[in-house]
């Protein structure tokens, strides 16, 4: 198992931009595929982005596309993700998720067995 730890949500205008990092506290960090997610309000909790551990899946939910990265720094021990162009739609709180020496690529949140608090994320129009 790992503990996940998130950081950098915040309140922002539409059309800014958030860095969240979620620092893990294993030192086999590079061997987990690391996700994030996300929760509104009355609503399911929703796929966002992967990062494999082998480092050849990237893997992003189509609303994000082009405005969400995602990355990884193994020496931190910690996964990002990159959010520009930020709408009001993606006001969310944020989840960090991993699971160990998975080789797939998977939105199912039930696919990872290791998540963080969550950080909030509100975008204002």
């Known amino acids: 198992q790992v503990q996940l730890v998130e950081s950098g949500g915040g309140l922002v205008q539409a059309g800014d931009s958030l860095r969240l990092s979620c620092v893990g506290s294993r030192s086999t960090f590079s061997t987990y595929t690391l996700a994030w997610f996300r929760q509104a309000p009355g609503k399911e909790r929703e796929f966002v982005a992967q990062?494999?551990?082998?480092?050849?899946?990237?893997y992003y939910t189509d609303s994000v596309r082009g405005r969400f990265t995602i990355s990884r720094d193994n020496a931190k021990n910690t996964v990002y993700l990159q959010m520009n162009a930020l709408k009001p739609e993606d006001t969310a709180v944020y989840y960090c998720?991993?699971?160990?020496?998975?080789?797939?690529?998977?939105?199912?949140?039930?696919?990872?067995?290791?998540w963080g608090q969550g950080t909030q994320v509100t975008v204002s129009s």
């Open positions: 998720a991993a699971r160990q020496f998975y080789s797939g690529t998977s939105s199912n949140a039930a696919t990872y067995d290791n």
């Open positions: 990062f494999g551990w082998s480092g050849s899946r990237i």
